[in-house]
């Protein structure tokens, strides 16, 4: 009798217990589809590869609002972060609401929604309500690349891999900054992401940077990890869905005006 009591407690929990853990481990590892939000600090990788004299000089030319103030010592860090001037002497396009561009745009502490379409794979950004395409109908980039007009967003190519989403893309305007530390990038920069779905809940991003006239080896980003952001997170007032997080230029410049530009010593 004793035993039969124990089992008819412990068979219950047995099943609670595997429900639960079969419930965790069920997702397709090639579905991406979902909102996202990412983790930790907004560069690519604290180790930068050397730059070539010209990368140099654009990385100086560059003046970022981001980081601890310019001249502050380093504590182990990379350079770029010890950088940061007020935004009304920086030169960061983002301030005037252009766009951040990719990867930039990654960096920003806003999710964003990968939508899975025939042909090819949709990313939705929360701030500036950017739409990326990301092409999976087999396409491949001329042959000669320079009749492609510059972009913001790139001209990208994606395949699987296994269980790996691989990203190429190319043809990015040089006037963004790869993130919000100023490091620069050329108009032959080449791109690779891949993603990982490495549970339900988590998705794992690395990037590549290629360009030789920036950088003298390739710039491997560390493991940026997105953990999947659930619909409770985005309602508000009973409404479902991104808030609108647009840069307005008619907000902004009145913002610069009235704050920021006073606040950094400058005067209209």
């Known amino acids: 009798m004793r035993n039969r009591f124990l089992n008819l407690i412990v068979a219950p929990v047995a099943i609670v217990v595997l429900s639960s853990i079969a419930f965790a481990q069920k997702f397709d590892p090639h579905d991406l589809t979902g909102v996202w939000q990412r983790e930790g600090d907004r560069g690519i990788n604290p180790i930068v590869p050397e730059m070539t004299p010209e990368g140099l000089k654009r990385f100086n030319a560059n003046k970022p609002s981001y980081g601890r103030p310019l001249g502050s010592p380093l504590n182990g860090e990379h350079i770029g972060r010890v950088r940061a001037v007020p935004p009304a002497q920086g030169n960061s396009l983002v301030g005037d609401c252009n766009p951040p561009g990719i990867p930039r745009l990654y960096f920003e502490p806003e999710p964003v929604e990968f939508i899975q379409a025939p042909g090819r794979l949709l990313q939705f950004f929360s701030w500036t309500r950017a739409l990326r395409e990301i092409w999976t109908?087999?396409?491949?980039?001329?042959?000669?690349?320079?009749?492609?007009?510059?972009?913001?967003?790139?001209?990208?190519?994606?395949?699987?891999?296994?269980?790996?989403?691989?990203?190429?893309?190319?043809?990015?305007?040089?006037?963004?900054?790869?993130?919000?530390?100023?490091?620069?990038?050329?108009?032959?920069?080449r791109m690779e992401e891949r993603f990982r779905r490495v549970s339900a809940d988590t998705l794992e991003m690395v990037l590549t940077i290629n360009d030789p006239a920036i950088y003298k080896t390739p710039w491997v980003s560390q493991k940026h990890v997105f953990k999947r952001v659930p619909k409770e997170q985005l309602t508000l007032n009973a409404w479902y869905g991104f808030l609108e997080g647009i840069c307005a230029p008619i907000d902004e410049g009145d913002f610069n005006k009235r704050v920021r530009d006073p606040a950094g010593g400058v005067t209209h």
Request: net charge negative; hydrophobic share 30%.
């Open 137 to 189: 109908d087999r396409r491949t980039f001329p042959e000669d690349v320079d009749v492609l007009m510059p972009t913001w967003y790139g001209y990208n190519i994606g395949r699987w891999e296994g269980e790996t989403f691989l990203v190429d893309s190319l043809g990015y305007d040089e006037r963004s900054w790869l993130d919000h530390f100023g490091y620069p990038h050329s108009a032959e920069m």
